[in-house]
Structure formats: C-alpha cells, structure tokens
C-alpha cells in the first residue's frame, strides 16, 4: 500500500494543475480589498482553470515580481489604481523586467480614474498611446446601452472581433455582444508588427473628455476604429502583454448584464465568455506553438515512385556537410497547445509556412507542406537540390504570426564543393563530345602520319664504285 500512497502527490499535481502552458502562479494586484468581490465571478472562473491567485495591494511591501533573480509569479492582472501612482515594487522598469523573463501581463484601465504616469510612460515604451489629458472617455451616439447609459452614451455595445485577415486565427471570435463601460481609447502604432487590436471601436465612436464644458469634441484624440478598446502585444520571445480599456467588464454586473441597443433590441452580454477568451490568450492557454524534432538528410529520388515513396533516406540525420547539387530533406514537428494539450499544428490554406536555406539572404524560400500526422503533432517536409554555391548555410523556419507564439528555428550547415573524383567524366558532358572528338582525331591523325612517314621511304640508287688507275 505504500507505494499507493506514494503515487497521491502526482495525483494531486495533475488534478490542481493550471490549463496554461507557462504555469499557474497569477498576481492579482488590486489597492482596494473591498472590491475584489466585485470580481468574485471572473476570480471564479481562473480558479477554476487551475490558477493560484494571490492578491495584494501595489503599496505592499511584501509584494516582489521577482525572488532570487527568478519571476516569483507566472502572470500578472494590474487593476488599475485609484492613486497617482503603483509603489516602488511596480516600476515600468521591473515590468519591461518581468515581461523579458517571460512573463505575462494583464493591464486594466478605467475611465472613473486617471491613469497613472507609469504606466502611460509603460505604454508609450509599447508603442500604445493613450489620450493625453488621462480623463477621456470613449462614446458612441448609435451604439450604446440605452438601458445603463442613456443620457452619457459611455457603455458601448460591440460585437466579439471577427478576423480581419484570412490567415490569422481568431482566438476571441463569438456571435455575442460586449458591453463596454466608460473605456480608456488606445492607439497603435502602426510600424510595430508586435502590436494587434483585439477590440476595436464602431466606426461612429470618438474619444470625449466629460470634464470640458462644450458638449462635443472639437478636437479628439482619435475616432472611429482607430480606437482599440483592447490591445495586445507579444514580445520577441513570445511574452504577451494586453491592455484592456474598461475593468468594468471584468465586473459581475456586467458578466450577466441584459443590455439594449437604440434600436430596442434586448440581449445579453457576452462579456463572460470573452473574458475567458481574454485571458486564455494572455496567459497562454491557446495560441501557443511547439517545435518537436527538427531533421535534414541527405536523400535520392526515384521518379518512378510517386509521392513520399519516391523520396528515400541516403547517410544519417543531420550531417554537418554537404556538397553542392546534393538532394536535401528537411522535416520539422510542430504542435499547437489547445487549451490543456497539444495537438497538431494546422496551417490555414491562406498561409505558407516556409523553409529558407539562406546565406547572407536566402538562395531558396520553399514551402513547407505537411506529410504525416501524429496525436500531438504534425511533420512538415519538403525536398530540394542545393545550390551551386559553396560556403556556410543555414535551414531556417521563420514563422511569426499575431496572437501566435513565434517559431524561429536555425541549423547551420557547411555546403563544400565537389571532390576531384566526384565531377562527371568528360565523356558523361555532351558538350564536351566535339572537343573529345577532336582530340581523337588529333592522336588518329598523328599516328597515320607516322605510319606513312614510316612505311613510306623513298627510293636511293645505287652508287657506282670509283674508277681505279
């Protein structure tokens, strides 16, 4: 029986564990306890997908990101403030720290209160603006709840994103409604590719500062979709990192709120289901990608046989060296986590996942097509012929898409040229057959000559002897 109670531990480890791929440590950072139970339904749900969250204040002097120089948390909800500032212990330096370390962070903003200069100064190392007087709110006269904003037009009713581009997955997609209370307006700069709007404003939204006395904007920070309500960077070393423009729709009053459009239609909101979607994103629990075994060989083909028949494996895997016009497989496993397990990767018919054997640029960019299929992971494959080219090489997958974790794998490998006893005879080079040609006719022709030459003397007569006296 012993060796039953010893198995309880790693029952219990799978039981609690978190469904994210990076681990279960959340910080919660809220500077009033008396409204985490205004949350009580989003904390519910992160529990229930195995995190262990831990609450403290951004003042506390317990509260450190990091303990022995390793992240002390695996992710990060900032709620946002009601003072100027988050502590010593939340610095913009030791947030840039924590997201270098891999580590996620969400950020919630409100309109009921400035937000603080840190972490607009955070932002703005991002490449995310926010409206400079930090009192604006976001509104929209025709789409809005009639039900809780009325009069002020600040609850803006959107639909879950659809996707905007074919070949980028659409983790937050849905049929539902999100209402929006008094949201903080984001804009994106447009030259970074690490930045993705999630949310984005209906085309008649504007950014208005309630505190001015005219009773529309003159002059608004930004209008229309350029709008982000939600926002999403993912670092160089996949680390994600969303700003979220309104906390209230984390709130319980409006997970299962009924809202009304102008035009009367009644619904509920889905802000639940996105919030979900949210932060399985952020805390990497979808869109997470894997690189299994990476393999290259030196192969023959045999056109008589078709498909992946006619490729055959020549020498062993992954060999340093190479010579030039050598034929080349390169395989490559690769998994996507979905949710609480890896599955295999699937590659949109709109996308490419491509193979560069490069140099300095690259000499080939190949399509990589999938060739087989295991539970967890699918191989991706393609044959070629080297270049003519002798030097250093490198097989390189780059494979960098929004709301997905990056793929940049590289193997270099030497590429030589011929051996003295590897390049074709010279009668295997039909251009070369009129040279050798006359070579022969050259050698034939000498040896005529002196066969003629030899057997060819020419007659002497005979000489008479001298007269005697």
Do not use: C
Request: glycine share 6%; net charge negative; no cysteine.
């Amino acid at each position: 029986m012993r060796w039953l109670f010893s198995l309880l531990p790693f029952v219990f480890l799978g039981v609690t564990h978190a469904l994210s791929s990076s681990g279960n440590r959340l910080l919660v950072v809220i500077e009033e306890a008396d409204e985490i139970p205004q949350y009580s339904q989003f904390w519910g749900d992160l529990e229930a997908r195995g995190y262990h969250l831990t609450y403290e204040s951004p003042k506390s002097e317990k509260l450190a990101l990091f303990k022995h120089g390793e992240r002390a948390y695996d992710h990060i909800i900032l709620l946002p403030p009601k003072s100027k500032g988050l502590g010593p212990n939340l610095t913009p330096n030791l947030l840039l720290q924590f997201v270098n370390k891999d580590g996620n962070i969400l950020l919630a903003l409100s309109g009921d209160s400035p937000t603080p200069s840190a972490l607009s100064s955070l932002l703005l190392e991002l490449d995310i603006r926010l409206p400079p007087d930090r009192t604006s709110l976001v509104v929209d006269h025709f789409d809005y709840d009639t039900i809780a904003a009325g009069e002020k037009h600040d609850v803006l009713l959107v639909p879950q994103p659809i996707s905007t581009r074919s070949d980028v997955k659409n983790f937050f997609a849905g049929n539902g409604i999100i209402a929006v209370p008094r949201a903080v307006a984001q804009e994106l700069a447009n030259a970074s590719p690490l930045l993705s709007p999630i949310l984005s404003a209906r085309s008649t939204a504007y950014t208005y500062n309630p505190k001015d006395d005219v009773g529309a904007a003159e002059d608004p920070f930004a209008v229309g979709e350029q709008i982000s309500l939600v926002s999403a960077m993912q670092a160089r070393n996949s680390a994600r990192f969303a700003v979220l423009g309104s906390v209230e729709v984390l709130e319980n009053t409006w997970f299962d709120a009924t809202v009304k459009s102008l035009e009367g239609a009644k619904t509920k909101t889905a802000n639940r289901e996105f919030a979900k979607q949210l932060t399985s994103w952020v805390f990497k629990e979808t869109g997470v990608l894997q690189v299994g075994r990476v393999e290259h060989f030196l192969t023959s083909i045999n056109p008589r046989d078709g498909g992946n028949d006619s490729v055959s494996q020549i020498g062993f895997l992954n060999p340093q060296i190479y010579r030039i016009k050598n034929e080349v497989t390169y395989n490559i496993e690769l998994s996507e986590y979905v949710t609480d397990h890896w599955a295999p990767l699937t590659i949109s018919s709109e996308d490419a996942l491509q193979l560069e054997f490069t140099m300095l640029s690259p000499f080939h960019r190949l399509p990589l097509t999938p060739t087989s299929q295991t539970s967890n992971s699918t191989i991706y494959s393609v044959t070629f012929t080297l270049p003519d080219q002798h030097g250093i090489f490198s097989f390189r997958v780059n494979y960098k898409r929004p709301f997905l974790t990056n793929i940049d794998v590289k193997r270099e490998v030497t590429v030589r040229h011929f051996a003295h006893d590897e390049y074709p005879r010279s009668w295997k080079i039909s251009g070369g057959w009129v040279w050798i040609a006359g070579i022969w006719v050259t050698v034939v022709g000498w040896l005529a000559f002196v066969v003629v030459w030899l057997y060819s003397e020419p007659a002497y007569e005979k000489s008479k002897g001298k007269k005697m006296q």
